[in-house]
């Protein structure tokens, strides 16, 4: 699977910022899941977004309702709509897509020393 993230950029605190994500090579099958991780320096990545198969959307507590997560199938694309970003949200962002997972499992990429990440792209949160 070859993913391509773009988008990032610098903004100030309570900007937005819609970060894309092309991927390709990968199997849609029944069930799976894609979604976004990020990684601030010197910091574990952690999961952002999810959404799987059915289009069921999973964040964790501190997006606290700021980030909104989409994919357009049709266009090979996942999507990441920010807003009212924090100084805390810098960081590089990274898109991952799993075959036969839910959120659940797919959060597990980020301690995956296996994982193949792609290039990602900066956000930066300053004012």
């Known amino acids: 699977v070859l993913v391509v993230e773009s988008g990032g950029g610098s903004v100030q605190p309570g900007g937005s910022l819609r970060l894309s994500c092309i991927v390709s090579?990968?199997?849609?099958?029944?069930?799976?899941?894609m979604g976004w991780f990020r990684r601030a320096p010197g910091k574990d990545p952690e999961g952002v977004a999810c959404i799987d198969s059915e289009g069921v959307t999973n964040y964790p507590a501190f997006v606290e309702g700021r980030f909104t997560i989409s994919k357009d199938n049709a266009k090979n694309t996942l999507y990441l709509q920010m807003d009212s970003l924090k100084p805390e949200d810098t960081a590089m962002y990274y898109c991952a897509a799993e075959a036969l997972v839910r959120c659940g499992l797919f959060w597990t990429i980020a301690h995956n020393p296996d994982h193949v990440w792609g290039q990602g792209t900066l956000v930066t949160v300053s004012s």
């Open positions: 090579g990968f199997i849609y099958t029944d069930v799976y899941s």
